[in-house]
């Protein structure tokens, strides 16, 4: 048997280190920049960087619309800081197009920029205790405005919710030790859990992740 297959939104940003931390879970994965490469994909992920960057990207490609249609299929979706603000019902800061199939507001750069970034504890109680979030001038979560579950906290605001198959966050999963939020998802997509490979684990803890090194916005 094959595992699922996910689709990883290769347009701009961070959409390696998820391809990598999905294979720690079995997962197959696709770089998708084209509508046919969201072709017979089982799961999606929409992966940190710049969210105009992409939204302009989309246009460009003709994206836009058929990976409306995809997220609409309900399939398990994996929505990262700029893949969050793809997703968010209302994006402020300024104001901006999206996909508004979270029920939430999102204010961009909203724990300001790069000199606030940084990795921080998480509050929550389906995430091992001492999971931390690493934000890197994250979107802020201002209002959960329908149903949606809030799975994580940073100092009281929602910074992971997940709304049926949907599931963002405000930081960047694929990032962290052990990357408990993207175990959760690959949990979603129905995979045969793998172990994180300690290459990975080593790279982000050895190398001391220096949020001034990440190129994008
Ligand atoms: N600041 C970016 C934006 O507003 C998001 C940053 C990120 O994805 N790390 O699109």
Do not use: W
């Not at 931390?21 to 920049?33: E, I, K, M, P, W």
């Not at 990976?67 to 969050?84: K, N, Q, S, W, Y």
């Amino acid at each position: 048997m094959t595992s699922p297959l996910v689709g990883v939104l290769a347009l701009q940003g961070d959409f390696a280190d998820h391809q990598r931390s999905l294979a720690g879970f079995g997962l197959r994965t696709r770089q998708v920049r084209t509508p046919a490469e969201l072709d017979g994909i089982d799961a999606l992920v929409l992966p940190g960087g710049e969210s105009t960057t992409m939204l302009r990207l989309l246009a460009v490609e003709g994206l836009f619309g058929p990976l409306g249609e995809v997220l609409h299929r309900d399939i398990p979706v994996l929505a990262t800081c700029a893949g969050l603000i793809l997703l968010a019902d209302r994006v402020e800061n300024p104001v901006q197009r999206s996909y508004g199939l979270l029920p939430i507001t999102v204010v961009r750069n909203g724990y300001g920029r790069q000199y606030h970034s940084g990795t921080f504890p998480l509050e929550s109680d389906v995430l091992p205790s001492g999971t931390t979030g690493t934000f890197i001038r994250a979107p802020r979560i201002t209002a959960v405005t329908g149903d949606c579950e809030v799975l994580a906290r940073r100092d009281g605001d929602p910074v992971l919710v997940q709304k049926g198959r949907l599931l963002g966050a405000c930081f960047h999963p694929e990032l962290a030790p052990g990357h408990p939020v993207t175990a959760r998802f690959a949990g979603m997509v129905g995979a045969d859990r793998g172990t994180v490979g300690g290459r990975t684990e080593s790279r982000v803890a050895g190398s001391g992740f220096a949020v001034r090194d990440v190129p994008f916005g």
